[in-house]
């Protein structure tokens, strides 16, 4: 067990940089999600921390002690491949034994350990099988058996479920979980799901580009994303982003935003001098955060056209349009308009999400305790651009 | 569905064959010729290896197996055994050599990987006669004339650069990840070349393998100015000396020529049932 550090790192393959000055701390026994699209440096700094590849400047520290030039196989670390990475030519049995013989382990040493790991993996019967004889799931299981073998300092896990089924894929996620929490092994999981990201995570960092986005508990990062873009990446469905201007009303600023006006709680607005009447905004809101109007609503309301309408069990996704934006609303499951019908749809002021429309970073801050945000938000990130 | 009667396997057969055309019986008269032209020299070899009055014709034999007797004397046997024995070792060389090569331009970042591949392609298309000259000088040189052991790894250097190019290409296909895995499992890099990295390239090393046999086995030339011990002397150079000045001996000729050819026709049945499935990546990776 062991806490990770990347101080400053960069990887660059050629001249393009994969990960951008990452600086991530993990605790003893955490279980931290990487997350973002394909492409985004998440499996880059996973694959720095096992050591298959280096980083180009920067430290990377497991428990203080810098690895930036240990080989994989002294850095204690066990890995689950998103290709599972099973020898084709050995037995499920020879699979698992293959790391205790690397490492110099006598058979009588190692091998009730193997079979215990494969009775906990329900592998028991198909120890003597090649992985070709094995299902999708159960060649998941070795792999993730060859990994439990031991108590590593560290498990890194590369898209472990992607190749799996939905059902199992959600079975196996629980599973994962729970062998986490009992083995209090600090763990480092990449995925391309959010939903992954939000279930498993004690935390989740969100990548683009090879730039950290946020890191935070999972409630954290879907109620008070940094960045448009950690706003669209956790929640389902997507979050509405529509863009709207800044207002000076009677109660203060408001947002015009499809055809309305909200007006923002002046607590939580981290608004610059320069935030003046007009400025654009991007607006987001919360397909969640979108009821059918009641009448006796706390916000202002307005008219969707209904283009699909998803009935989901316990709720309804009803897509729309409202002038030239595209939104999306979550309505209680027995609210079901026909489709071509505009239904009338309430804004909660309290859940409005504002971006900067150029570097996309939040300028309304939505910590209910906390005063407004960074200074300068809006002008630092406008000189990024 | 229920009413549809399905017509019984052998009737549908049937309907498959479409009459016979003009353009499919050219089609036929072609490839046998073409067949007919690859059997003949085998024809006469197995023919006149059984023949008292053989001939360079193809013709009935006279049956005897004195072209067998005269072969498998003591001389001649010697010569098969040091063919087999150049040719071994030969390939043993080349492979061990070609193998780690191939995995290094493979999988580490070597600079101007493929010009040196296309360079070492160039290489193996040289004909290996005109090096046979300067060759021959260096080993009076170096003293190694004479020596099956030097030949041997001249004849190895000769037959690498393709076996490099065959493995090469064996190895590319081996998913990375495998030997990732075997590195964060505490591997040190005999173990994964020897444990992951060549199971899984086995039938491109058994493809290598054979190259480099049956180049080495064939190789007339080499042998015979590199070494010329008369207890050195390879099979091509017996089937040479098959042929005298007064009178060419076709059937010793025929009979040497089918036993010379065993090895190889061995080989790759072996082979084949060495590489066959066993170690294809299947449940490797999804």
């Not at chain 1, 349009?321 to 499951?333: E, N, S, V, W």
């Not at chain 1, 570097?359 to 809006?378: H, K, V």
């Not at chain 2, 990295?197 to 054979?210: E, H, T, Y």
């Not at chain 2, 180049?215 to 390879?234: C, E, I, K, R, Y």
């Amino acid at each position: 067990m062991a806490s990770v550090d990347f101080d400053h790192v960069w990887k660059y393959f050629g001249d393009i940089a994969s990960v951008s000055d990452l600086s991530l701390h993990i605790e003893d026994g955490e279980f931290m999600v990487l997350v973002g699209p394909s492409g985004c440096g998440k499996t880059t700094t996973l694959r720095m921390l096992a050591g298959l590849e280096r980083a180009s400047h920067g430290e990377i520290r497991i428990d203080g002690e810098v690895v930036n030039s240990l080989r994989p196989g002294k850095r204690d670390i066990a890995m689950v491949f998103q290709s599972y990475a099973l020898f084709p030519h050995m037995s499920v049995y020879e699979n698992l034994a293959f790391g205790p013989r690397s490492r110099g382990e006598r058979k009588k040493t190692f091998d009730s350990a193997v079979r215990k790991v494969a009775e906990t993996m329900g592998l028991t019967e198909h120890l003597g099988r090649r992985p070709a004889a094995l299902s999708g799931g159960q060649r998941q299981r070795v792999a993730l058996a060859r990994a439990l073998l031991r108590t590593p300092r560290l498990f890194l896990m590369d898209e472990p479920l992607s190749n799996l089924d939905a059902a199992l894929r959600l079975q196996m996620r629980v599973e994962i979980a729970k062998l986490q929490r009992e083995l209090g092994v600090t763990t480092v999981y990449v995925t391309h799901d959010q939903v992954e990201a939000m279930t498993m995570g004690h935390r989740i960092a969100i990548m683009k580009d090879g730039v950290l986005q946020q890191v935070g508990v999972p409630e954290e990062v879907y109620n008070n994303p940094a960045t448009s873009f950690v706003a669209a990446s956790i929640g389902t469905p997507r979050i509405n982003l529509v863009d709207g201007a800044l207002r000076t009303g009677d109660s203060g600023t408001e947002v015009e935003v499809l055809g309305v006006r909200v007006a923002l709680p002046v607590e939580r607005t981290a608004l610059q001098p320069n935030d003046t009447d007009g400025s654009e905004v991007r607006v987001g809101l919360r397909p969640a955060d979108l009821q059918p109007a009641t009448g006796s609503d706390r916000g202002p309301v307005f008219g969707l056209i209904v283009d699909a309408v998803e009935p989901m069990g316990p709720e309804t996704y009803v897509t729309g349009h409202c002038g030239a934006h595209l939104i999306t609303a979550r309505f209680p499951a027995d609210h079901k308009p026909a489709v071509l019908s505009t239904v009338q749809v309430s804004i909660d002021p309290t859940k409005v999400y504002l971006f900067s429309p150029g570097s996309g970073r939040s300028i309304l801050d939505r910590s209910r305790t906390g005063g407004p945000i960074a200074a300068n938000q809006l002008s630092v990130s406008s000189t990024h651009n | 569905m229920t009413t549809h009667v399905t017509a019984p396997p052998h009737a549908e057969r049937r309907q498959d064959r479409s009459p016979l055309t003009a353009g499919k019986a050219g089609r036929g008269l072609v490839l046998a010729v073409i067949g007919v032209a690859f059997l003949l020299p085998f024809c006469w070899i197995v023919f006149a290896a059984f023949d008292s009055q053989a001939s360079f014709a193809i013709q009935w034999p006279h049956p005897t197996l004195q072209n067998f007797a005269d072969v498998f004397s003591a001389d001649n046997r010697l010569a098969l055994w040091n063919s087999a024995y150049l040719s071994l070792l030969s390939t043993l060389i080349a492979t061990v050599a070609a193998y780690l090569a191939a995995y290094v331009i493979s999988r580490k970042q070597v600079p101007y990987t493929s010009a040196m591949m296309f360079a070492i392609l160039f290489l193996s298309g040289l004909p290996i006669n005109i090096l046979v000259v300067p060759l021959f000088q260096m080993y009076t040189k170096l003293g190694w004339l004479s020596s099956m052991n030097a030949t041997a790894a001249f004849l190895a250097v000769t037959s690498m650069p393709f076996m490099i190019w065959m493995l090469k290409n064996s190895i590319d296909d081996i998913p990375k990840d495998l030997e990732e895995a075997a590195w964060i499992e505490g591997s040190s890099l005999p173990r994964v070349l020897l444990r992951v990295v060549l199971p899984m390239s086995l039938p491109g090393i058994c493809a290598a393998a054979i190259y480099g046999f049956v180049t080495t086995w064939g190789n007339f030339l080499v042998p015979m100015v590199l070494d010329s011990d008369p207890a050195h002397q390879t099979a091509p150079v017996v089937v040479y000396g098959f042929i005298g000045a007064a009178a060419v001996r076709w059937g010793n000729i025929a009979a040497y020529s089918l036993v010379y050819s065993l090895p190889v026709l061995v080989l790759y049945f072996v082979m084949g049932r060495i590489t066959r499935g066993n170690y294809a990546t299947g449940g490797a990776v999804k």
